[in-house]
């Protein structure tokens, strides 16, 4: 990594707090990754792609694509169990990737899909900065205690 890694945003939360630390902790921090939840059970995340987030081939490592869609998806499900002094954590993600990102910001929706007592299910679509679908997601969390 070069040196402008250190001078990246940290991973933000427009609700965060002591008690409530922003997702995707110091990975986040170190990717750049900005995540909103706007309303209940809906949350995006971005990054914006640069050398730093390249596979030896020249585009974006699919492990950033897929830390981005887990936070997100993470977020989604948090934003359904605000006030329920419970927490998610993933249990499986499926992600299928459509098209590579060189560089500019990837924003990864995620949405819940069905919140039953013990597991959420959560769905995720991923565009680059011009509107391309470039990742489909699925995801299963675990909602504890």
Not at 21 to 32: N, Q, S, V
Request: glycine share 14%.
């Amino acid at each position: 990594m070069s040196d402008a890694t250190h001078d990246r945003p940290a991973a933000t939360d427009p609700g965060a707090s002591p008690e409530r630390p922003a997702p995707g902790g110091a990975l986040g921090t170190f990717l750049g990754m900005v995540i909103d939840r706007p309303e209940p059970g809906r949350a995006t995340g971005t990054v914006t792609i640069g050398p730093d987030h390249h596979n030896p081939h020249g585009v974006a490592h699919g492990g950033v694509i897929y830390t981005v869609v887990d936070t997100a998806m993470g977020g989604a499900v948090m934003g359904r169990l605000e006030g329920q002094d419970r927490w998610c954590a993933t249990i499986e993600l499926s992600i299928r990737y459509l098209r590579p990102v060189i560089e500019g910001t990837v924003t990864a929706e995620a949405t819940v899909r069905h919140l039953g007592k013990r597991v959420a299910h959560v769905a995720a679509d991923v565009h680059d900065e011009q509107g391309r679908l470039v990742a489909l997601a699925t995801g299963s969390f675990a909602l504890l205690p």
